[in-house]
T-cell receptor, first 116, second 114 residues
Framework: ETGVTQTPRHLVMGMTNKKSLKCEQH?????MYWYKQSAKKPLELMFV???????ENNSVPSRFSPECPNSSHLFLHLHTLQPEDSALYLC???????????????FGPGTRLTVL | GESVGLHLPTLSVQEGDNSIINCAYS??????FIWYKQESGKGPQFIID?????DKRQGQRVTVLLNKTVKHLSLQIAATQPGDSAVYFC?????????????FGDGTTLTVKP
């Protein structure tokens, strides 16, 4: 295992539902990421948190709301999603550039989201 | 805009053969490159990385080659095994950013035939 866990692994929700995805890392990293992975598309970076502060928000619709209460946990709150939001949502973590010579990202297994 | 791209979306090889997966990048400021492997039902996993001050790095059965002149990156897998079947992504980074922001390529699906 990579040291990054995600729950739930699968989620089916209606367009009017509110749900949250959870990510937890046990690697002592200080940066965490949310990615969207759709079929036949590159990984799309959604949000980056560095030392619990959001440093990147790549024009993501407001129906996705991230939360980083501490350096080990990351949430993605979902509300009024659209069917085109169905995808694999991946969480990752890494050291910050100044903490380590290498800051490769460690990914969780993802949450497979289906919006009906 | 800047992008990282792979030359072939799919690659099929015979078990025991060597595999070569290619990637082109366009951001000349990128100084750190990573190859990831993603198996079915799992997130991407780190395989090997290389800094821009190197042109070759070897791991266990894998070698990454970097050609900065033509902005090309390749992953070579020796004696390919069925367990190597997966999607392979290259990622480029500018490592002086506070948090590692990777730009990922499209991915190459490697299929190993027994």
């Amino acid at each position: 295992e990579t040291g990054v866990t995600q729950t739930p692994r699968h989620l089916v929700m209606g367009m009017t539902n509110k749900k949250s995805l959870k990510c937890e890392q046990h690697l002592g990293h200080n940066a965490m990421y949310w990615y969207k992975q759709s079929a036949k598309k590159p990984l799309e970076l959604m949000f980056v948190y560095s030392l619990e502060e959001r440093v990147e928000n790549n024009s993501v619709p407001s129906r996705f709301s991230p939360e980083c209460p501490n350096s080990s946990h990351l949430f993605l709150h979902l509300h009024t999603l659209q069917p085109e939001d169905s995808a694999l949502y991946l969480c990752a973590s890494s050291h910050l550039a100044g903490q380590s010579s290498y800051n490769e990202q460690f990914f969780g297994p993802g949450t497979r989201l289906t919006v009906l | 805009g800047e992008s990282v791209g792979l030359h072939l979306p799919t690659l099929s090889v015979q078990e025991g053969d060597n595999s070569i997966i290619n990637c082109a990048y366009s951001n000349s400021a990128s100084d750190y490159f990573i190859w990831y492997k993603q198996e079915s039902g799992k997130g991407p996993q780190f395989i090997i990385d290389i800094r821009s001050n190197m042109d070759k790095r070897q791991g266990q059965r894998v070698t990454v080659l970097l050609n900065k002149t033509v902005k090309h990156l390749s992953l070579q897998i020796a004696a390919t095994q069925p367990g190597d079947s997966a999607v392979y992504f290259c990622a480029e980074n500018i490592n002086n950013t506070n948090a590692g922001k990777s730009t990922f390529g499209d991915g190459t699906t490697l299929t190993v035939k027994p």
